[in-house]
C-alpha cells in the first residue's frame, strides 16, 4: 500500500514537471512570436513611392543623425532595406527598386549623397534647404524642451 502511494506521487511529480516544461515551452514561443512581429512592423521605410507607368519603385526613410554618424547612417539604411526592396520587386514584378536614404544630421551638415538622392526623386536640387530649416527647428524644439523641463 505504502509503496503504491509512493508510486502515486512519483508519477504526480513527474506530471508537474512535464506541465511546467510544457508552459515554459509555451511562454518562450510567445516571446518568439512577439519579437518577429516587432521586427516585420518596424522594417519598413517612411515613404514608398511607386511610378507605375516605369515600373520603378523608391523606397524613401528620412533620418536626422548626429553629424559624425552621417555615414554610417546612410550605408545603415541602405543595407536595411535592400534585401526589402529586392522582394518588393520580385513580388510585385517591378523593373527596379531603389532604397534612397534622405538623411540630414541635426547640425544641418548634409552628406555628399544627399543631391543625388533628391536629383533621383526628381526634387528640386535646392529641396535641401528646406530639410535644413526643418531640421534646425526641430533641433531648437528639442533643446528649448530639454531646457524648460522642471
Not at 515554459?24 to 514561443?29: K, L, R
Request: proline share 3%.
Amino acid at each position: 500500500m505504502m509503496m503504491v502511494m509512493m508510486m502515486m506521487m512519483m508519477m504526480m511529480i513527474i506530471i508537474i514537471i512535464i506541465i511546467i516544461i510544457i508552459i515554459i515551452i509555451i511562454i518562450i514561443i510567445i516571446i518568439i512570436i512577439i519579437i518577429i512581429i516587432i521586427i516585420i512592423t518596424f522594417n519598413r521605410p517612411d515613404i514608398t513611392f511607386i511610378n507605375k507607368k516605369t515600373k520603378n519603385i523608391f523606397l524613401i526613410d528620412i533620418a536626422v543623425s548626429n553629424t559624425h554618424n552621417l555615414a554610417k547612417t546612410i550605408t545603415d539604411k541602405q543595407n536595411k532595406y535592400q534585401e526589402l526592396a529586392n522582394e518588393i520587386c520580385a513580388m510585385w514584378k517591378q523593373s527596379t527598386a531603389q532604397v534612397i536614404p534622405l538623411v540630414i544630421s541635426s547640425t544641418e551638415v548634409i552628406a555628399k549623397s544627399l543631391p543625388h538622392s533628391l536629383k533621383s526623386l526628381n526634387l528640386h536640387p535646392n529641396t535641401y534647404i528646406q530639410m535644413q530649416k526643418s531640421v534646425i527647428l526641430g533641433t531648437c524644439s528639442v533643446v528649448r524642451n530639454f531646457l524648460n523641463y522642471k
